[in-house]
């Protein structure tokens, strides 16, 4: 819930994103402002200096041991040393704030924490960390600097951003793109090829195991026939025509913060990489989904940018249609590199109208 902006190591996004670790808010002795934070959410000043308003979503919906668990291992990590707090805390805050979700999404945000009962809670958090981590821990696989969460946020967990809920129910599955019909296996190779610019896995290996493991535990209960709700990234009008100068624009005051003046993305001084490259060598292809501007503009309707506003649990979207579609189309239409296969794409049925090629 918390590392998307605060990061694993929980020394925030600098200019962006506070630091968790000696921040007062945190090590405070009396945890009420952190509580009362955590369940009605939070907005940066907006000055001359930081015009840019940011904000933390409200927790509400999370429950009172859940919230005591989280504070807990924040108020006592990475050096911080105050005392845990207790769901009795939470519970009496909760009453006295009697905080209001606005989010009347039906999807439930599953919670990684559960995949330590399973039987084989290795390989799923092995899975689990692949799709976090992509980029070190396969470095032969994926060619630029992304890894599976730049698109499927939250190692899968966030309605409308690509989650990983109940996926693994619709494979085998005929794929337009393909002409035929795809394993899951093909399908996650697929994205190392497009969105990685890379090489695919061996489909025995065990990473692979591990990654399509971790899709499984987050089938639960799903049937083919189900429609499970936030899956994929929505859609937008494909009537809506694109304005590339207000797209640029959009780009310039609502996405470079994260993703860079010229498309780069944003890298700790390790060179690792915090927010992804958006366009450039370092990228996806152009046999990426990203790459088409209607899946783009969808994409960013419903995820971009992070702390915008009040929505569970990333403070994700805000932009109108039309911004997305502006957006859309500016930055897929930015240099990039080619895929090799592009000829072998939509053999049977006809190729989307905005397909790169």
Request: hydrophobic share 35%.
């Amino acid at each position: 819930f918390c590392v998307d902006c605060h990061r694993p190591d929980s020394a925030g996004v600098r200019g962006i994103f506070p630091p968790l670790t000696q921040n007062p808010a945190i090590t405070a002795a009396d945890p009420a402002t952190l509580l009362h934070i955590t369940l009605t959410g939070w907005k940066t000043a907006e000055t001359a200096a930081h015009p840019r308003v940011y904000t933390m979503p409200a927790f509400s919906r999370l429950s009172d041991q859940e919230l005591a668990e989280i504070l807990s291992f924040v108020r006592t990590s990475w050096g911080n040393n105050a005392e845990p707090v207790a769901a009795s805390q939470v519970k009496k805050m909760r009453a006295e704030l009697d905080p209001k979700t606005t989010d009347s999404s039906k999807f439930e945000t599953p919670r990684l924490a559960d995949m330590l009962a399973s039987p084989n809670a290795g390989q799923l958090v092995r899975g689990m960390r692949l799709h976090l981590e992509t980029k070190a821990l396969l470095p032969q696989n994926v060619g630029n600097s992304l890894n599976c969460t730049s698109c499927h946020l939250n190692a899968g967990t966030v309605a409308d951003g690509s989650p990983f809920v109940g996926v693994s129910a619709f494979f085998p599955g005929y794929a337009p793109r393909a002409g035929r019909v795809i394993t899951l296996e093909d399908r996650i190779n697929g994205c190392f090829r497009r969105s990685m610019n890379g090489k695919p896995l061996p489909t025995d290996s065990t990473d692979m195991k591990a990654m399509v493991a971790y899709f499984d535990w987050m089938k639960q209960e799903t049937k083919p026939q189900d429609k499970v709700a936030g899956r994929g990234v929505g859609k937008v009008d494909m009537a809506i025509k694109p304005n590339v100068e207000n797209g640029k624009q959009v780009y310039s005051t609502q996405c470079a913060v994260c993703h860079g003046k010229d498309g780069e993305g944003l890298k700790q001084a390790d060179g690792r990489v915090i927010y992804p490259p958006l366009w450039g060598d370092d990228s996806f292809n152009i046999g990426a989904g990203m790459a088409r501007t209607y899946t783009a503009a969808a994409f960013v309707k419903r995820n971009m940018p992070v702390g915008f506003h009040e929505n569970f649990p990333l403070g994700q979207g805000g932009l109108s249609d039309q911004e997305a579609v502006d957006v859309g189309e500016y930055f897929t239409h930015q240099p990039r590199p080619d895929y090799p296969d592009k000829g072998k794409d939509w053999p049977k049925d006809k190729k989307p109208a905005d397909a790169r090629y």
